[in-house]
């Protein structure tokens, strides 16, 4: 018998179920990110992370630090977010609650533009012992660190040799609201915009000598 597939919720659906005091969609994430006064205060929100999780049937990761708790959810399987994912959101947002207060949050990926991608993302994958990103087709090329620590990798095809323009770029993923307030703040520190043609999606900025970077959210990308 066919087993039907976990249905995906899209960006935007899940933004208005979950508790925006805390959680956003960054890439195919839903994360949010708690203060807390101590090592100990930390633990505990991470067990009660952790009890929820199997609870409900999520798979997180969860980063402890001295002052502060990282989460964030995803159902590889589906290759994006699902009800076992909000359902951990409302118990995590319960529990912090009573444990701790929302921090900001940030995701970051590196592009890295090509003529033959095919030849050039085994030397990356090699160089940075990453693997295919889960859920993902091999042939795609994305890379992800295993560990969950560095940012993931993404190949652009170019279509002619670019020598006098950088092809390496910072993809710096924010959420939706504060978007605006990141490109202001770059701008405001020197920056210059090289495009907003895809905003909401993307802004396009370059540092003072013309090294480029992306503000990037979940909006205006084909799925809701």
């Given at each position: 018998m ?7 919720i ?13 959680w956003?969609?960054?890439l ?5 990110a708690?203060?807390t ?6 633990a505990?929100?991470?067990a009660r992370?952790?009890e929820?999780?199997d ?5 997180p990761?969860?980063t ?14 589906a290759?994006?977010?699902t ?10 947002s319960r529990a912090?609650d009573?444990?701790?207060?929302p921090?900001?949050?940030?995701a970051?990926?590196?592009a890295?533009?090509a003529?033959?991608?095919?030849a050039?993302a ?7 012992g ?5 859920g993902?087709d ?5 890379l ?9 990798y993404?190949?652009?095809q ?5 020598p ?25 520190a020197?920056?210059t915009?090289?495009s907003d043609?895809?905003?909401p ?5 370059a540092?003072?000598?013309?090294n ?5 959210t979940w909006?205006?990308r084909?799925?809701?």
């Amino acid at each position: 018998m066919d087993i039907a597939p976990t249905p995906v919720i899209g960006p935007g659906a899940a933004t208005e179920r979950v508790d925006a005091r805390h959680w956003r969609v960054l890439l195919l994430w839903l994360q949010a990110a708690f203060r807390t006064p101590d090592l100990a205060t930390g633990a505990a929100l991470v067990a009660r992370v952790a009890e929820a999780a199997d609870r409900v049937g999520a798979r997180p990761d969860v980063t402890l630090r001295p002052d502060r708790v990282q989460v964030r959810t995803t159902t590889w399987a589906a290759h994006g977010l699902t009800e076992a994912d909000l359902a951990l959101a409302e118990a995590v947002s319960r529990a912090a609650d009573e444990l701790g207060d929302p921090a900001l949050l940030t995701a970051q990926e590196i592009a890295v533009d090509a003529l033959d991608i095919p030849a050039v993302a085994p030397f990356w994958r090699a160089v940075l012992g990453y693997g295919a990103e889960p859920g993902t087709d091999p042939d795609d090329h994305v890379l992800a660190d295993a560990d969950g620590l560095g940012p993931g990798y993404w190949f652009q095809q170019m279509d002619e040799p670019r020598p006098q323009r950088n092809r390496i770029h910072v993809d710096v993923t924010v959420p939706h609201d504060q978007a605006e307030a990141r490109v202001a703040a770059a701008l405001a520190a020197g920056g210059t915009l090289v495009s907003d043609r895809r905003a909401p999606a993307f802004w396009v900025l370059a540092d003072p000598e013309g090294n480029e970077a992306c503000v990037c959210t979940w909006q205006a990308r084909g799925k809701g």
